[in-house]
C-alpha cells in the first residue's frame, strides 16, 4: 500500500492564505497554494546554496540574519552560528514553527515578528551573512526589487543570499531584474540554480 502526504494542521493567515502542514513518509512542510512555504524542497534549496557557500566562505561561528524566517528550516542548517535574527512578518507562520517544527529550540535565534523592511530600516546591526526568502504563496513583496532596500541589505551585511523562483517566464523576467538591480549595488555576484528556484549570491 502506498500512503500520501497527509494534512495533519490547517490555518488561516492574513498574510498567506490557506497554510497546510503536511506529513509525508520522510517529510514534514508546510504549504499555500500548492507550494512548499517551509520544510521539504525548501529544506534542498537552501542547503544546497549553503554548500556552494562554504566552498568559499567560513561559516562557522557567524552572525547571520534571515528575512522570511518562516519556521525556521533555513535556520536549522546554519553551522555553529554565533547568533541568528529571524524576522518573519506572519505570526501564525511562527505559531506554526512553534508546534511543530520546534522553532523555539533552535540555539542562538532572537526571533522579531516584524516586516522585514521595517526591520532593516530601523536596526543597527550588521550581519556576516543576510538570507531573504520573503516569499508569500509564489509572490515576493515589490519592495525586494527597489533599490532602496536592496541598498538597506548591503548596508547591513556582507554577503546576501537571495531566493527567487524561475519556473516560468514571468518569474524568469522578474528574477532578471533583480540581478540587474543588484548588480548595481554588490561589486560580486553569484548565480545558483537549484530546482525551480535561483539563488542570487552578493558579495
Request: proline share 3%.
Amino acid at each position: 500500500m502506498i500512503f500520501g502526504p497527509k494534512t495533519i494542521a490547517e490555518f488561516k493567515s492574513v498574510y498567506s492564505g490557506q497554510l497546510l502542514v503536511r506529513q509525508d513518509f520522510t517529510n514534514r512542510y508546510v504549504t499555500t497554494g500548492g507550494l512548499t512555504q517551509s520544510g521539504g524542497l525548501v529544506k534542498d534549496i537552501w542547503q544546497s546554496v549553503l554548500k556552494k557557500l562554504s566552498q568559499d566562505y567560513e561559516l562557522r561561528t557567524k552572525n547571520w540574519l534571515i528575512l522570511g524566517l518562516a519556521t525556521g528550516t533555513v535556520a536549522k542548517l546554519l553551522p555553529h552560528p554565533a547568533g541568528i535574527v529571524g524576522v518573519e512578518i506572519d505570526p501564525v507562520m511562527l505559531n506554526i514553527g512553534r508546534q511543530f517544527f520546534n522553532l523555539d529550540h533552535i540555539t542562538n535565534l532572537e526571533i522579531v515578528n516584524q516586516d522585514a523592511q521595517k526591520y532593516l530600516s530601523r536596526s543597527k546591526q550588521h550581519f556576516d551573512y543576510l538570507l531573504i526568502d520573503l516569499y508569500l504563496g509564489d509572490q515576493l513583496p515589490g519592495f525586494v526589487y527597489t533599490p532602496s532596500f536592496l541598498n538597506q541589505v548591503k548596508k547591513h551585511g556582507s554577503v546576501a543570499i537571495f531566493n527567487h523562483l524561475f519556473y516560468d517566464q514571468a518569474k524568469k523576467a522578474r528574477a532578471a531584474k533583480l540581478v540587474k538591480v543588484l548588480s548595481s549595488i554588490f561589486p560580486h555576484i553569484q548565480l545558483h540554480h537549484v530546482l525551480t528556484n535561483l539563488m542570487i549570491i552578493c558579495g
